[in-house]
């Protein structure tokens, strides 16, 4: 089983920068991926980024461009991080990191979530 601790969360005005970071502990050895996700009020929690073992990734529409997701992968993984730019206020989100498979340009989640963290963009 995974843990995962997400972090970094806060509130920014439009046009600042945030970096989420996201760490996981436990039985890490068997991650293919991990991805962050995001839930606004009254919306469905939508992919943001991923990243693979191998160092591939896939984003969003919505944020391709200003943000970068990074991790340290050596046999185990450490900590995902979500570098966050230009954020606007549509940004505005609870975010979550979960622990999956990433397959070309699919990623496919499973039941390891953390508890996620307040993202809040002001206008």
């Known amino acids: 089983q995974v843990q995962l601790v997400e972090s970094g969360g806060g509130l920014v005005q439009a046009g600042e920068s945030l970096t989420l970071s996201c760490a996981a502990s436990?039985?890490?050895?068997?991650?293919?991926?991990i991805a962050w996700y995001r839930q606004a009020p009254g919306k469905e929690r939508e992919l943001v980024a991923a990243?693979?073992?191998?160092?591939?990734?896939?984003?969003a529409d919505s944020v391709k461009g200003r943000f970068t997701i990074s991790g340290n992968y050596a046999k185990t993984w450490s900590t995902v991080n979500l570098q966050m730019n230009s954020l606007k206020p549509e940004d505005t989100a609870v975010y979550y990191c979960?622990?999956?498979?990433?397959?070309?340009?699919?990623?496919?989640?499973?039941?390891?979530w953390g508890q996620g963290t307040q993202v809040t963009v002001s206008s």
């Open positions: 990243i693979s073992s191998r160092g591939s990734t896939l984003y």
């Open positions: 436990g039985s890490t050895g068997s991650i293919n991926a």
């Open positions: 979960n622990v999956g498979t990433l397959l070309g340009s699919y990623y496919y989640d499973n039941d390891d």
